[in-house]
């Protein structure tokens, strides 16, 4: 039996502040709003709305979400993420009969790309698969995580073969995994209830210029929809997580679920595919701000569908899409 691997795993995130206080998160944010993948107006115009406006008034106020949501070993984002990263590390060793590498990077913040391109460069690997830890491919997250990959590669003088996922959007383990977890919240509730498919947002303008986002989006919410055999009246699919002026994928998660209640629907449950982990996103904006919303407009009932996270069901999912994107390195 071998006992060295053919390749090894880069499990790539968005990334998270160090630190719960004003410091780490304007740190973060100058570094997250600054790259254009995410913020594309004219760097003329936007870095000084961006470091006289935004980072002098949006820190002080995000930190104190952040810290309504820290976990004991530090942001729930990477928490999760590296509990993930080591189950399939473990996975993969029992599957395979010896250990593959596999490490965590984030495109903004720590662990960074270069730590964890070296960490992998030390173990001997010469072939990487790289998995966005996106669901669904947007220039914004996935484009922006092979833009910061590339960059990192620059001064090495001696690339390693790479893999690159493009997303799994519709892969038959995802939406099953999704389906399952929406089945054991209708299980532990004692009823099922319309279905909320909640999705970051991203300018419309991406999308018009040619970002496949809104449409792996809207696919990921028909499959699970036809999974769960769910009538049209049965689900709706919204987009959150708006910024600045311009107009967003629509329709908008505040402004639906604030209408619910008058339309005769007032008990959610609330599910964010395009979040493999959980976040701040999905812990305060979605559980607070929306559940407050949904219910002051006369809401009675309001629950979050946590995101697959280290879930065994999302352990097997990487596990399926690293089998399918080694298979180069590991018939040889």
């Given at each position: 039996?071998?006992?060295?691997?053919?390749?090894g795993?880069?499990?790539?995130?968005?990334?998270?502040?160090?630190?719960?206080?004003?410091?780490?998160?304007?740190?973060?944010?100058?570094?997250?709003?600054?790259?254009?993948?995410?913020?594309?107006l004219?760097?003329?115009?936007?870095?000084?709305?961006?470091?006289?406006?935004?980072?002098?008034?949006r820190?002080?106020?995000?930190?104190?979400?952040?810290?309504?949501?820290?976990?004991d070993?530090?942001?729930?984002?990477?928490?999760?993420?590296?509990?993930?990263?080591?189950?399939?590390?473990?996975?993969?060793?029992?599957?395979?009969?010896?250990?593959?590498?596999?490490?965590?990077?984030?495109?903004?913040?720590?662990?960074?790309?270069?730590?964890?391109?070296?960490?992998?460069?030390?173990?001997?690997?010469?072939?990487?698969?790289?998995?966005?830890?996106?669901?669904?491919?947007?220039?914004?997250?996935?484009?922006?995580a092979?833009?910061?990959?590339?960059s990192?590669?620059?001064?090495?003088?001696h690339w390693?073969?790479?893999?690159?996922?493009?997303?799994?959007?519709?892969?038959?383990?995802?939406?099953?995994?999704l389906?399952?977890?929406?089945?054991?919240?209708?299980?532990?509730?004692?009823?099922?209830?319309?279905?909320?498919?909640?999705?970051?947002?991203?300018?419309?303008?991406?999308?018009?210029?040619?970002?496949?986002?809104?449409?792996?989006?809207?696919?990921?919410?028909?499959?699970?929809?036809?999974?769960?055999?769910?009538?049209?009246?049965?689900?709706?699919?919204?987009?959150q997580?708006?910024?600045?002026?311009?107009?967003?994928?629509?329709?908008?998660?505040?402004?639906?679920?604030?209408?619910?209640?008058?339309?005769?629907?007032?008990?959610?449950?609330?599910?964010?595919?395009?979040?493999?982990?959980?976040?701040?996103?999905?812990?305060e904006?979605?559980?607070?701000?929306?559940?407050?919303?949904?219910?002051?407009?006369?809401?009675?009932?309001?629950?979050?569908?946590?995101?697959?996270?280290?879930?065994?069901?999302?352990?097997?999912?990487?596990?399926?899409?690293?089998?399918?994107?080694?298979?180069?390195?590991?018939?040889l």
């Open positions: 039996m071998k006992n060295t691997s053919d390749y795993v880069l499990m790539i995130n968005l990334g998270t502040p160090d630190g719960a206080n004003t410091a780490d998160v304007r740190r973060f944010l100058r570094e997250f709003l600054s790259d254009s993948r995410v913020v594309d004219n760097p003329l115009l936007w870095k000084p709305i961006l470091n006289l406006i935004i980072l002098t008034i820190p002080p106020k995000v930190a104190k979400v952040y810290q309504q949501v820290w976990m070993e530090g942001s729930p984002l990477l928490v999760l993420s590296q509990r993930l990263k080591e189950n399939v590390k473990k996975a993969l060793a029992e599957k395979n009969g010896y250990d593959v590498p596999v490490e965590l990077a984030m495109t903004y913040g720590n662990p960074s790309m270069e730590v964890a391109a070296n960490a992998l460069r030390k173990q001997g690997v010469k072939n990487i698969v790289v998995v966005p830890m996106y669901p669904q491919f947007s220039a914004t997250t996935t484009g922006a092979y833009d910061r990959l590339m990192s590669l620059k001064r090495c003088p390693p073969s790479l893999q690159l996922l493009h997303d799994y959007a519709d892969h038959p383990l995802y939406i099953t995994a389906a399952n977890s929406i089945r054991k919240q209708w299980e532990q509730q004692g009823e099922r209830r319309h279905l909320v498919l909640s999705y970051h947002g991203i300018p419309k303008r991406y999308v018009t210029n040619g970002d496949p986002y809104a449409r792996r989006c809207n696919t990921t919410s028909k499959r699970v929809a036809e999974e769960l055999g769910l009538k049209d009246d049965e689900w709706t699919h919204v987009y997580s708006r910024f600045g002026r311009e107009e967003w994928l629509k329709p908008y998660a505040d402004a639906t679920l604030k209408a619910f209640p008058s339309k005769g629907i007032k008990k959610i449950n609330v599910i964010s595919p395009a979040f493999s982990i959980d976040c701040i996103e999905t812990l904006e979605i559980t607070l701000e929306l559940g407050d919303e949904f219910k002051h407009n006369g809401g009675e009932a309001f629950e979050y569908i946590p995101a697959l996270n280290d879930s065994s069901d999302q352990v097997d999912l990487y596990l399926a899409l690293i089998e399918q994107n080694t298979k180069q390195w590991t018939s």
